[in-house]
């Protein structure tokens, strides 16, 4: 069975970074397309960034481009979100995810990933 495990996350002050990262195990490969979101109490879970699954391809919410950067670690099936230039408004539950299929592109959409981790907080203050 198929596990994430995010970790990395904490308080951090506004404008500093973190790097966010999730490890999967249970299956034989990493080439899945993936996703990191997040989610504030009484709001949907957002998208953030996410990477296809050959890693040719990245793409981000506007409210963090150019601001957090998303890459993996094949070897490590390990997915990862660096976070600079934090702001308050970035507090939330990170969750990663993954598909279960080699779909073209980045998905953006929740409800198309399969694989979830249990999240991460990370709380920026002002």
């Known amino acids: 069975q198929v596990q994430l495990v995010e970790s990395g996350g904490g308080l951090v002050q506004a404008g500093g970074s973190l790097r966010l990262s999730c490890a999967a195990s249970g299956r034989t490969s990493s080439s899945y397309a993936m996703g990191w979101f997040r989610q504030v109490p009484g709001k949907e879970r957002e998208f953030v960034a996410g990477?296809?699954?050959?890693?040719?391809?990245?793409y981000f919410s506007d409210s963090v481009k150019g601001r957090f950067t998303i890459s993996r670690d094949s070897a490590k099936d390990t997915l990862y979100l660096q976070m600079n230039s934090l702001r308050p408004e970035d507090t939330a539950v990170y969750y990663c995810?993954?598909?279960?299929?080699?779909?073209?592109?980045?998905?953006?959409?929740?409800?198309?990933?399969?694989?979830w981790g249990q999240g991460t907080h990370v709380t920026v203050s002002s």
């Open positions: 990477i296809s699954w050959k890693g040719s391809f990245t």
């Open positions: 995810a993954s598909d279960s299929s080699r779909r073209p592109g980045v998905i953006t959409s929740p409800a198309e990933y399969k694989y």
